[in-house]
């Protein structure tokens, strides 16, 4: 039997299966989770908005327990300066077709204003594929537009050539307190994300630099798009420095534990 448990958190499940319309197994896991955290030792949240979020749900003050951990994965990517040259706007999407992904709104956009001097690239798993080309219909042999399946080490190649890339998350709280790797990997590669709401996880209270879904219909400017590259290292270097220090509080935990098993299990 444990008498210190450590609860790891990396998004809002009795809330995620509500927005399925699962409410019975939604109230289920509200039961189990409000117990979980009632009783544990320590809470590791991936945003300080979730943190927040369940203090206002159970009506509790979680500071002294919890840690505040990104999902983060330590990679060397080397920014692509060259482009900033370029006379063609490149987008990347590199994910799923989940309701939440706002895939349709995407392919709108691929539809709407003045797309000339602006590509494409999206990525999915293979077996989404034939999905995807269904979906974009007439636009899918579009010279502007790419669909392909890649490992993720070249899709990451790809996505340093971009300059933006979408993050079409809705105003709802599982994507108010989250921290998609994807939003992560577009700041590394210098992407600019573009959103339809910018309250997703810690990023709009760091300050991150975005664009808003309907900006695509008028001008875009490299230099702008460069400039908030910029200050999106800034946030994303707050990102890197606290996820090493919630990695130092962690291990310290790990190893005051260890020596107080040690010290139980000496004769």
Same mark, same amino acid.
């Given at each position: 039997c444990y008498d210190k448990i450590i609860l790891d958190i990396h998004g809002v499940v009795p809330e995620e299966i509500a927005f &399925?319309?699962?409410?019975?197994?939604?109230?289920?896991?509200?039961?189990?989770e409000?117990? !979980?955290?009632? +009783?544990?030792?320590?809470?590791?949240?991936v945003t300080t908005a979730m943190k927040e979020f369940y203090e206002r749900k159970y009506n509790l003050n979680l500071a002294s327990r919890s840690i505040v951990l990104p999902?983060?994965?330590?990679?060397?990517? +080397?920014? +692509?300066?060259?482009?900033?040259?370029? +006379?063609?706007?490149?987008?990347?999407? !590199?994910?799923?077709?989940? !309701?939440? /992904?706002?895939?349709? &709104?995407?392919?709108k956009v691929t539809k709407g204003g003045d797309t000339r001097n602006i590509k494409f690239n999206f990525f999915f798993? /293979?077996?989404?594929?034939? %999905?995807?080309?269904?979906?974009?219909? *007439?636009?899918? %042999?579009?010279?502007?537009?790419?669909?392909?399946? &890649?490992?993720?080490?070249?899709?990451?190649?790809?996505?340093?050539?971009?300059?933006?890339?979408?993050?079409?998350? *809705?105003?709802i709280v599982v994507n108010r307190v989250a921290c998609p790797t994807k939003l992560i990997e577009y700041l590394e590669c210098g992407v600019v994300p573009i959103i339809k709401s910018p309250d997703i996880g810690d990023f709009n209270t760091l300050g991150y630099s975005f664009i808003r879904v309907e900006e695509l219909n008028g001008s875009l400017s490299m230099d702008d798009l460069r400039k908030k590259v910029e200050n999106n290292y800034k946030v994303l270097a707050h990102f890197q420095s606290l996820t090493e220090h919630s990695k130092s509080i962690l291990i310290n935990i790990f190893k005051n534990a260890n020596k107080r098993l040690e010290n139980k299990v000496m004769p």
């Open positions: &399925l319309g699962k409410k019975i197994k939604s109230f289920i896991y509200n039961k189990i409000k117990k !979980a955290i009632r +009783n544990c030792y320590k809470l590791i949240h999902i983060f994965e330590k990679t060397t990517i +080397n920014p +692509n300066h060259s482009k900033w040259e370029s +006379n063609t706007f490149d987008i990347i999407y !590199a994910g799923g077709m989940q !309701a939440w /992904q706002n895939i349709d &709104l995407m392919i798993p /293979q077996e989404l594929i034939s %999905d995807f080309k269904l979906k974009l219909g *007439d636009r899918l %042999d579009s010279r502007t537009i790419m669909v392909d399946s &890649l490992p993720k080490e070249d899709v990451i190649k790809v996505m340093t050539r971009c300059h933006l890339g979408f993050v079409l998350r *809705d105003d």
